[in-house]
């Protein structure tokens, strides 16, 4: 059994991250406490979120104030010392947060996705040690899926191996994608053991021959330094791998709650960029010179524009937040083969209609707010540059094929984290 200091520490390209003071982390008790203390992070958040995409400075500070927060912490369940809140008050906190800043918001997604799986396939054990943890502030970031290769055609598939030696188990691999790892305490992976399992590692973040290199390089979610993971031969206790083949053996949650996570994220770059909109119109924007009018803000296409683009942001969100309730609902009864279909179709239609409005809505900006708005002080395009990098996380298209197939045919979903 390995705790956050076991390990030596490991010379990396990046300053290690560092655990928060004990007795500054908060324990939040329920769901209303979760979203107040998301309303006041995003505050916070706010207020820098286009300094720090256009300087690219990592928000280290940032999440020093979220592990204090006690966020991180809300998912764990309440025998453990959590406030297990509901999916959808853990949608609405991934909306808020990303409505201030979607890349500082993403960085916790993979957090939320691990303890999912933890939750799913851990032994009470490993449940009591990293629930624990979490709890005291630790942040989880995964080492993501690796670069497309002759061996890693898929997400699913990759060279990452955990062997056993005479020294014990080892861990050797490359990884991309890797979104909150920089900032993490423990940094999961995927890799196949030597049965040919897939299996997920939960490697302290300062352990010997594991390496985060800070080389995300995307035009948008620039401060999520989602780069490269590299495994050296990394030592690695039993008690920290988890048997991730199970849960392709059985039904379960941790995709469409992983999936619901990434819904949010969209939703609350649209709202953002929907706000900005509005603004920008009244404070800034000058009428047309046909209009006759003396405020943009009176003009009728315009009004239309914002009144259409409102309505589907708000459809947008009620259709997350009831995919939220439906996991709830779901997770409180048998949880069968139909069950977790229905949990992934529900969620597959809050994520096109997320992915859409970020769109149209960080889109739609430039033309209700007119040439001036694309001035680089403004920094307004951050707004589309974070909708179309994050909506590719995943191919929405084949979202609206995975509903289509469910009800046209009976077709239930693969289970996976994008489902």
């Not at 497309?148 to 994608?177: K, M, Q």
């Not at 993971?229 to 920290?240: E, I, L, R, T």
């Not at 939220?324 to 409180?332: C, K, N, S, Y």
């Not at 209700?368 to 996380?393: I, V």
């Amino acid at each position: 059994m390995t705790t956050l200091s076991d390990f030596p520490t490991h010379a990396i390209p990046v300053p290690p991250a560092r655990l928060p003071e004990p007795h500054r982390v908060r324990r939040i008790a329920d769901d209303a406490e979760a979203l107040q203390r998301a309303h006041e992070l995003a505050a916070v958040f706010a207020a820098g979120a286009a300094e720090r995409d256009r300087e690219r400075r990592l928000p280290w500070q940032e999440l020093d104030l979220w592990s204090e927060s006690g966020l991180g912490g809300i998912t764990v369940p309440r025998a453990h010392g959590g406030a297990e809140v509901s999916y959808a008050t853990l949608a609405e906190v991934f909306v808020i947060l990303c409505a201030a800043d979607p890349a500082l918001g993403q960085i916790p997604q993979n957090h939320f996705g691990l303890l999912g799986v933890l939750r799913e396939i851990g032994s009470e054990a490993q449940k009591r040690r990293f629930y624990g943890e979490i709890l005291a502030g630790a942040r989880l970031g995964n080492a993501g899926p690796e670069r497309r290769s002759a061996d890693s055609p898929t997400v699913l598939h990759g060279t990452t191996r955990l062997v056993r030696t005479e020294h014990g188990l080892r861990l050797s691999g490359r990884r991309f994608y890797s979104t909150g790892a920089l900032f993490a305490h423990r940094v999961p992976a995927r890799a196949l053991d030597e049965a040919g399992r897939a299996v997920q590692v939960w490697s302290p973040r300062e352990v010997r021959g594991l390496s985060v290199i800070d080389d995300w390089s995307s035009f948008g979610q620039r401060t999520t330094a989602s780069g490269t993971v590299v495994f050296d031969d990394v030592p690695v206790s039993p008690d920290d791998v988890l048997p991730l083949w199970q849960l392709a053996e059985q039904p379960g949650l941790y995709g469409p709650n992983s999936q619901l996570i990434q819904a949010a994220i969209d939703q609350g770059i649209a709202e953002a960029a929907l706000a900005d909109a509005i603004a920008f119109v009244r404070e800034r924007a000058r009428p047309w010179m046909d209009s006759g009018l003396a405020r943009a803000a009176d003009d009728p296409y315009i009004i239309q524009d914002v009144g259409r683009l409102q309505i589907d942001v708000h459809a947008a969100r009620e259709v997350l937040l009831d995919a939220g309730r439906t996991l709830d609902a779901i997770a409180a009864g048998p949880l069968d083969a139909a069950a977790s279909a229905r949990a992934s179709v529900a969620v597959a239609e809050a994520k096109v209609l997320t992915t859409e409005v970020a769109l149209e809505a960080s889109q739609k900006l430039f033309e209700l707010a007119g040439s001036s708005a694309t001035r680089a002080a403004y920094n307004l395009d951050r707004h589309w540059r974070n909708a179309r990098t994050h909506t590719l996380h995943d191919p929405v298209r084949w979202k609206t094929q995975l509903i289509g197939n469910y009800h046209l045919n009976g077709v239930l979903p693969a289970r996976h984290s994008w489902n």
